[in-house]
């Protein structure tokens, strides 16, 4: 791996990772950048605090960050993170009527969406005990093509095998991510699929500006390469 640490985040990370995920979020995220209309940096932060909250300062936290202790772009020296959470614990988002700013309400409402037609065509979805859900990924800008989400991918896999997690499911428009994550987990499932040029809300398209016009919810049961395989990957790929 690169000269990076990995490590499980630690309550005092939780400021500093609230400033950073949203700068990244901001400059980088495939389906803010696909809106008609931008979300302002006020409305993701509020979304950001929300998944910080219901990962990093949670007791039964399971995220991971990347270290390198010459990075002088925080006072803590991450570089990367991912933000996981059990999946049967409560949803960060909660009641979307709340947002000050609706322009987050597409990029909410399309993952919820999804996962919703999930829940519907294999109920119990979100009661998963062995699984997690990972909110949100990104690695600062100077860090960028040195192999660093692929080790953290790596390392939350093995911490969630240590931790007696068994699954991951995760939303992603990242069309190559099979062939990605397969990589270093056996088991990828493209569960259900949404069509994001199709999207609508309230009789409208939002997504006009995509060039990933797919968004998947992916099932990853390759901690355990593939033994104990989640209950409805057997079932139709959408």
Known sequence: MNNIQYRRTVPEDAQILKNLVSNVFYKRELLGNALTIRPSVEAITTVIDRIVQATVERP???????????????????????LIRPLCSPDPFGDMSKFADPTMFPIVEVIDRIHLETEEEFPGFHDKPDTTNFEIAGVVDEFLMRGIMKDMIVVAGDELLKAGYKKTVFVTANQKIEKVASRDWVGVHIVRSLDLKAFEMNGAKVFTNVKNEVLQLVCEDAILNGVDRFDFTSMRIT
């Open 60 to 82: 039964d936290n399971l995220s991971i960050v990347a270290v390198d202790n010459t990075y002088k772009g925080n006072p803590r020296s991450i570089v990367g993170f991912i």
